[in-house]
């Protein structure tokens, strides 16, 4: 039955497949960022603090996070279509509950239990896109998977304002109901099975546990700073985080098949992909999260100027990322990486260093270069990640992907504020000289690829 699979899906059902795809990351992913947008409004609704409300984004992070490497395991185990549909079922369930709490404590549950079915959708899709495009043209699957990424985090704050203006926050999470549905329905329809498994790996749960833990107070941790918690509580969690990471880490070792897959970070070529992976994420959110700033308080541009200035990149990453899916079945992943985030630093340095009062048209190329370069890397990276490790840890290489997106960017966001509380508004300016370092430091990495063999798997 592996067989069956191997070269992928025939094409009709190969496009409902991927349709099913892209329908469950659009609303995993605009799900991570559609309430932010709505969180005052929210808030009021509730009788919330807006502390207090930060806890509806942050508990859909976390839960997505502490779980995703769990999730894509069990994909190992049981097939990555069960825990695909496992995921539509409980994302579409728990968007319902969103949509009917009438308290921030229920709500705040009820996004715990939402992030676990989008961890479940994220930990499996490019294991998914795996088996539905023949490997030849694994690149392009990877591609579209990385364009509907871009286009969903670019489109969420504008979709939340569209639903805003016409409806009530009720239905940033009923939208998902429908969409759910009809997903599933698909999903049962198309989606391939995994191929025969000899013996299936054990599930180990001090492992699952001690997961959640290591990067569960890492991700509070990094927030907490963020947010200005005391300094007292952020050490606590980070002593105990390295404690229990380093117990965690150990018990990997041991496993033949470990949840952390510790084996495939000893393919070179993985473990390059991944920290590039980690970089690259960490220098785009350091960007994303300072750019308004920089661009209302250093450049004294509206809210409005400001929004239509930032979609220059998140355009260029959708047209540029499904090109970079097709490159990559003739050029090394490792020197367009290393093309596209040479690209994306010189965008950044280009930003960091614009005159005191700069037309429009000076933003908006430094933009385009930013963006280009980053849709130039993301798909062959993803692709490297994915196809370097062996088709059955196909689950494994997926939720690690995952984890190196939600480490950089939660890092970035973290870096940003430590900067902002350093040095006040100058710390836009060093937030994106940092990025364009970081960006570099990336490319480097993603250069030293170039002399590992390219990926047969």
């Known amino acids: 039955m592996e067989k069956a699979f ?39 609704d509730l009788n919330a603090s807006p502390a ?34 496992c995921g539509l079922v409980v994302f579409t369930c728990t968007s319902l509950i969103c949509a009917l709490s009438h308290s921030l404590e229920m709500l705040t ?49 504008t979709i939340a ?51 959640a833990l290591t990067f569960g107070l890492l991700i509070t941790a990094l927030g907490g700073f963020a947010q200005g918690q005391s300094v007292q509580l952020v050490l606590a969690e980070v002593a105990v985080m390295l404690v229990v990471g380093f117990f965690f880490i150990r018990r990997q070792l041991r496993l033949p098949v470990p949840l952390l897959p510790v084996d495939l970070l000893r393919i070179p070529l993985f473990s390059l992909s991944i920290c590039t992976s ?15 700033f920089f661009l209302q308080t250093m450049m004294g541009r509206s809210e409005v100027e400001t929004g239509l200035l930032l979609t220059p990149w998140p355009l260029a990453t959708m047209v540029m990322a499904p090109l970079a899916g097709y490159l990559i079945e003739k050029v090394h992943a490792g020197l367009l990486g290393a093309l596209g985030l040479a690209i994306m630093a010189c965008g950044l340095f280009a930003l960091a260093l614009l005159p005191p009062s700069p037309h429009d048209i000076d933003i908006i190329w430094r933009m385009v270069l930013c963006g280009a370069g980053f849709g130039l890397f993301q798909s062959p990276n993803n692709h490297t990640i994915v ?47 940092l990025a364009g370092i970081l960006a570099v430091i990336a490319a480097v990495i993603s250069g030293l690829r170039i002399a590992q063999p390219r990926s047969q798997a």
């Open 161 to 211: 304002a569209a639903i805003l203006s016409v409806a009530s926050w009720q239905w940033l999470f009923l939208i998902n109901v429908p969409l759910g549905i009809i997903s599933l329905l698909l999903a049962i329809r198309y989606l391939p099975p995994n191929g025969a498994r000899g013996q299936a790996p054990r599930f180990d749960l001090p492992s699952a546990v001690m997961n």
């Open 109 to 157: 549950l009820a996004r715990v239990a939402q992030g676990l079915g989008g961890a479940a959708l994220m930990s499996v899709n490019t294991a998914l896109i795996r088996l539905i495009y023949p490997q030849r043209f694994l690149g392009r699957g990877m591609g579209i998977n990385s364009f509907i990424v871009a286009v969903s985090s670019a489109a969420g704050p």
């Open 278 to 292: 980690i970089c690259s994420f960490c220098a785009q959110m350091l960007a994303l999260v300072s750019l308004p």
């Open 52 to 85: 207090a409300s930060i806890w509806i984004v942050n508990a859909y992070q976390i839960a997505i996070v502490i779980s995703l490497l769990s999730l894509s395991y069990l994909g190992d185990m049981f097939g990555y279509r069960r825990i695909y549909k």
């Open 6 to 44: 191997t070269d992928g899906l025939p094409l009709p059902q190969r496009y409902g497949a991927i349709l099913t795809i892209v329908l469950g990351i659009s609303m995993a992913v605009l799900d991570g960022a559609i309430a932010n947008v709505a969180l005052p409004t929210i808030a009021s």
């Open 387 to 433: 196809s370097s490790a062996p088709r059955h840890r196909s689950g494994g290489a997926s939720g690690m992907l995952g984890t190196a997106r939600l480490l950089g960017q939660s890092t970035g966001a973290a870096l940003v504020a430590l900067l902002f509380n350093l040095l006040g508004n100058q710390g836009t300016h060093t937030s994106l000289l």
